[in-house]
């Protein structure tokens, strides 16, 4: 009997060590406007081991189901550097402000990294440009992930707009 019942206690913890803990983010407030969008996403994320990443490009979300922690923050960074913020309520991963941006006001600022495949995504970050006190110009077209911005504005503010509008950016 005690035998059984330490092979039964073998067989529960081994079935227990072989579970893997799957860590699930969602992602929002991104500009997923259309295919294009969805595509460079998936794109960004296919070859990244033990995450799986599905966008529903009608709520503009992503949910990402990863093995563990570590697999999550890689999808997320994988999202990041293709041009898209976000945010996100989990506690497994970080996004953070990697844009390069200097506090204080500039005259002229080259943006890059922007997903901005097509019009619609063009129009979003014009908007959110807009939004920025100071800026006079700027460069943006569509296809273009790069852009000079010029004005007198404060450039933390300016990538601040873009996040908000789901544009991740680095600046130079």
Same mark, same amino acid.
């Given at each position: 009997?005690?035998?059984? /019942?330490?092979?039964?206690?073998? @067989?529960?913890?081994? =079935? $227990? *060590? +072989?579970?893997? #803990?799957? !860590?699930?983010? &969602?992602?929002?407030?991104?500009?997923?406007?259309?295919?294009?969008?969805?595509?460079?996403?998936?794109?960004?994320?296919?070859?990244?081991?033990?995450?799986?990443?599905?966008?529903?490009?009608?709520?503009?979300?992503?949910?990402?189901?990863?093995?563990?922690? /570590?697999?999550?923050?890689?999808? @997320?960074?994988?999202? =990041? $550097? *293709? +041009?898209?913020? #976000?945010? !996100?309520?989990? &506690?497994?991963?970080?996004?953070?402000?990697?844009?390069?941006?200097?506090?204080?006001?500039?005259?002229?600022?080259?943006?890059?990294?922007?997903?901005?495949?097509?019009?619609?995504?063009?129009?979003?970050?014009?908007?959110?440009?807009?939004?920025?006190?100071?800026?006079?110009?700027?460069?943006?077209?569509?296809?273009?992930?790069?852009?000079?911005?010029?004005?007198?504005?404060?450039?933390?503010?300016?990538?601040?707009?873009?996040?908000?509008?789901?544009?991740?950016?680095?600046?130079?």
């Amino acid at each position: 009997m005690f035998r059984t /019942a330490c092979t039964a206690a073998f @067989v529960v913890l081994g =079935l $227990a *060590a +072989g579970v893997r #803990a799957e !860590t699930t983010v &969602k992602l929002t407030n991104m500009h997923i406007c259309c295919g294009g969008c969805t595509r460079a996403i998936v794109a960004a994320t296919k070859d990244l081991e033990g995450a799986k990443v599905a966008v529903d490009q009608d709520a503009e979300e992503v949910t990402i189901r990863a093995e563990n922690k /570590a697999a999550a923050q890689k999808a @997320v960074d994988a999202i =990041l $550097a *293709a +041009g898209y913020h #976000a945010v !996100t309520e989990s &506690k497994d991963v970080t996004i953070g402000d990697d844009s390069g941006a200097k506090s204080g006001k500039v005259r002229r600022l080259t943006v890059s990294g922007a997903h901005n495949c097509c019009g619609a995504c063009t129009v979003a970050i014009k908007g959110a440009l807009k939004t920025v006190e100071g800026v006079q110009a700027d460069t943006c077209k569509a296809k273009q992930t790069s852009f000079v911005v010029e004005g007198e504005f404060d450039a933390q503010a300016l990538v601040k707009a873009l996040a908000d509008a789901g544009f991740h950016v680095k600046v130079q």
